[in-house]
Each structure stands twice: as structure tokens, then as C-alpha cells.
């Protein structure tokens, strides 16, 4: 059975930092897209960040470049989101997700995603 656990979230005040951790079990880790999500209700499921865990190549969202470092640790099957300078409108539930095809401009949709997480809240306050 596929498991994605988040953990890591919580609540900050503008310009804090905040590590979500994904561990990964009961899957192949390797050669897979490993991507976080976010969503504020009632508003659309957005990419955040990916990295293919096969090669380490990462994509982000432009409002997120250069704030937030996506990296992973093979041997734990572990995937992280390191964010840094984090801004009230950073303020969602963050999911894991984890899928083969969600390569190129495709990484940043939900659907291209096979498994998920339960999700982790973030709050940044200012």
C-alpha cells in the first residue's frame, strides 16, 4: 500500500522559515516525480515545486523561485521543501505528490500525480 506522509507544517510569522518532510512507503521511489501542492479553500490546487527523483532536476512556481529549495534523501525515501522567507499569501494546506508522467510543464498538474498526501497546514501570519 502507498504511503505519503507530510509532516513539518505549522505556523510562522513573515520572513520564518518552515522544512516539510515526505516520506514515501510501499512505492518505488526512484525515477518518479515527486512534487508538493498547495490549496486555500475554495481556490484551485497549485504547483509548487517537483523534483525527479531519478536525476534531481527541480521546477518550481515563479512565486516561489528563489525562496523555496526542493530536495530529496534517496536512501529514506524522503522528500523535502525547504521555505525561507515565507509570505502570508504562502498560507495553504501543502500536499505531497508523487507520480510518473508529471515531466516538462506538466509537473505543476494535479492530475499527472498518481498518489498523494494527506496534507500539511501552513500559516504564515504577518
Known amino acids: 500500500q502507498v504511503q505519503l506522509v507530510e509532516s513539518g507544517g505549522g505556523s510562522v510569522q513573515a520572513g520564518g522559515s518552515l522544512r516539510l518532510s515526505c516520506a514515501a512507503s510501499?512505492?518505488?521511489?526512484?525515477?518518479?516525480?515527486m512534487g508538493w501542492f498547495r490549496q486555500v479553500l475554495g481556490k484551485e490546487r497549485e504547483g509548487v515545486a517537483t523534483i525527479y527523483t531519478g536525476g534531481g532536476r527541480t521546477y518550481y512556481a515563479d512565486s516561489v523561485k528563489g525562496r523555496f529549495t526542493i530536495s530529496q534523501d534517496n536512501a529514506k525515501n524522503t522528500m523535502y521543501l525547504q521555505m525561507n522567507s515565507l509570505k502570508p499569501e504562502d498560507t495553504a494546506m501543502y500536499y505531497c505528490?508523487?507520480?510518473?508522467?508529471?515531466?516538462?510543464?506538466?509537473?505543476?498538474?494535479?492530475?499527472?500525480?498518481?498518489?498523494w498526501g494527506q496534507g500539511t497546514q501552513v500559516t504564515v501570519s504577518s
Open positions: 505528490a508523487a507520480g510518473v508522467l508529471a515531466y516538462g510543464e506538466r509537473w505543476r498538474e494535479p492530475h499527472d500525480y498518481d498518489y
Open positions: 510501499g512505492y518505488t521511489y526512484s525515477s518518479r516525480y
